[in-house]
């Protein structure tokens, strides 16, 4: 089995000459985990009910492309997986590949409900009929831009958030809040401005969906036209009308005249400057085709517990800065949906949250991180470097890594995250020989040898190391994973396109 701790300079479990370890010393004594031993963990042993990780012992196959670039695919091998129910953080650079070695891997053999944004619409297009035709889920691909292929038309559908506000419901407030939530990314700077759009349109959130004006109109369009023109009503039309309608609504425990008070009482400076925010903050509804994917309803978020279910959220890459409160609104959404559902599937729920940062600063997740499990639900956040974090969550950053079982790197390059990664591997006591030239009459003498020997502490691997042996063009194709409570493992990355793991299970076309 290829070695792929050969040429790691300290932390092999298994080697002579290059180095000794000090097994029984007293000091720090981190290494990597034995190759063999991960293979015959069944813990770790790839299955359709973990997350795809890797390989181990897999054989390298190089071609060179015309660019001059050496193209790595890793062929055969031991397939690796996480099982348990704790989430996975993935750090992986850009152009590293990871939708191709790690996520459609997961989605074309994980038989758990998966909610994956889909940034370009590639996992949609790659699995959907894997996911639909062999693996038996309900598919649905929410896709207002179309970026996925013609060959998934037939689960395409859409959701519109404000079905799940019921005006009976003890929770309907919160449930707007949800909304509202995920509408409104903070700036970071004056938060009286976001706060008070916020709360705007909750007021309006809840307006549309209690006011019989509205039967047929309960979406996040009818929301938008409000906030844009306001209403009409008898002898009134605009912020008037809608003024005189809102606190005409007794609804949700007078909370929508309550809104409507908070707002129309401001002066009238006050209230331009909140109106203009929240408008900026609802500007991606003005598109057509969003409009077109909210005002539908094809699924129910309980569903992905209560059925193996696949729901893809699609956007095309232009689009994720303008568009993202849509990803954000799902995120809020699911994760209320599956601590309302309390039945527990067999198989946790996946949130696979690709280009996470985007979505902004989301305190439901940031809740959920060490709680949600509980429920069922694992997330799956993939992100380029751990600065992005760092940015979104300031102190709890960490914290939230601390929450997850598996920490997965590779083709990391910022220092930020290298430094991370090296202060997490820790330090191992060396024992070094050193040797010196000794004369004939000192080794007959006194049978000295010149060597001596010494304990050095050194850091299991260096920045560049890890930059170096994890890197997008290692030759290995290694990568680093860290496991709560285990020695760190290095495995190889397989595509899922050259891999016979997932030979005739994904799309090949457009």
């Not at 809102?246 to 909370?255: F, I, K, R, T």
């Not at 006194?446 to 997008?472: C, D, I, K, N, P």
Request: aromatic share 8%; charged share 25%.
């Amino acid at each position: 089995m290829l070695d792929l701790l050969d040429d790691i300079p300290r932390g092999a479990p298994k080697r002579g000459g290059r180095e000794t370890r000090l097994e029984d010393h007293i000091g720090p004594r981190a290494q990597f985990r034995d190759p063999d031993g991960i293979v015959a963990s069944a813990g770790l042993r790839r299955g359709s009910n973990k997350i795809h990780l890797g390989v181990v012992g897999g054989r390298i196959e190089s071609r060179t492309l015309p660019d001059g670039r050496v193209e790595r695919h890793v062929m055969d091998g031991h397939g690796i997986g996480s099982g348990d129910d704790r989430h996975i953080v993935t750090i992986a650079g850009s152009r590293s590949g990871k939708g191709r070695c790690v996520i459609v891997p997961t989605l074309l053999d994980y038989e758990g409900s998966v909610l994956a944004t889909d940034p370009k619409g590639e996992l949609f297009s790659i699995t959907a009929e894997r996911r639909a035709l062999g693996l038996g889920q309900r598919v649905v691909g929410l896709d207002p831009f179309r970026v996925a292929g013609a060959h998934v038309d037939r689960w395409r559908g859409g959701f519109n958030p404000m079905s799940i506000l019921d005006p009976e419901c003890p929770t309907l407030i919160e449930d707007a809040g949800l909304i509202a939530d995920a509408l409104v990314i903070a700036s970071g700077k004056d938060v009286h401005w976001d706060d008070s759009a916020r709360h705007w349109i909750e007021a309006l959130i809840l307006h549309v969906a209690t006011d019989p004006a509205y039967e047929e109109m309960r979406s996040l369009v009818t929301v938008y036209r409000l906030l844009m023109r306001g209403a009409d009503e008898g002898d009134r039309s605009g912020y008037a009308a809608l003024e005189r309608q809102m606190l005409a609504n007794e609804e949700a425990d007078g909370a929508v005249q309550e809104g409507a008070a908070a707002f129309f009482d401001k002066p009238e400076d006050e209230r331009g400057s909140v109106l203009s925010t929240a408008r900026r903050h609802l500007r991606f509804l003005a598109y057509r085709s969003i409009q077109e994917a909210v005002s539908t309803h094809s699924i129910d978020l309980e569903s992905l517990k209560r059925e193996p279910t696949t729901l893809y959220l699609c956007l095309p890459a232009m689009r994720l800065g303008t568009c993202s409160r849509w990803f954000r609104l799902f995120v809020n959404l699911a994760l209320a949906a599956m601590e309302r559902e309390r039945s527990r599937p067999t198989i946790p729920v996946l949130l696979c949250l690709d280009e996470f940062p985007v979505m902004g600063h989301l305190k439901t997740v940031e809740d959920a991180a060490g709680q949600i499990a509980g429920f069922g639900v694992r997330l799956w956040p993939v992100l380029q470097d751990l600065t992005q974090l760092k940015a979104l969550y300031a102190e709890r950053w960490e914290t939230f890594l601390g929450n997850a079982g598996t920490l997965q790197f590779f083709g990391n390059n910022d220092a930020f995250t290298l430094e991370w990664i090296s202060k997490r591997l820790g330090k191992t006591s060396l024992a070094l020989i050193r040797r010196g030239e000794v004369s004939p009459d000192g080794r007959e003498r006194q049978g000295l040898t010149g060597e001596s020997w010494s304990v050095e502490v050194q850091e299991l691997m260096t920045l560049e190391e890890v930059a170096r042996y994890f890197g997008r063009d290692d030759r290995l194709a290694r990568q680093l994973v860290i496991r709560a409570g285990d020695d760190p493992l290095i495995l190889q990355r397989v595509n899922y396109d050259t891999h016979s793991f997932f030979e005739g299970k994904f799309h090949a076309g457009n």
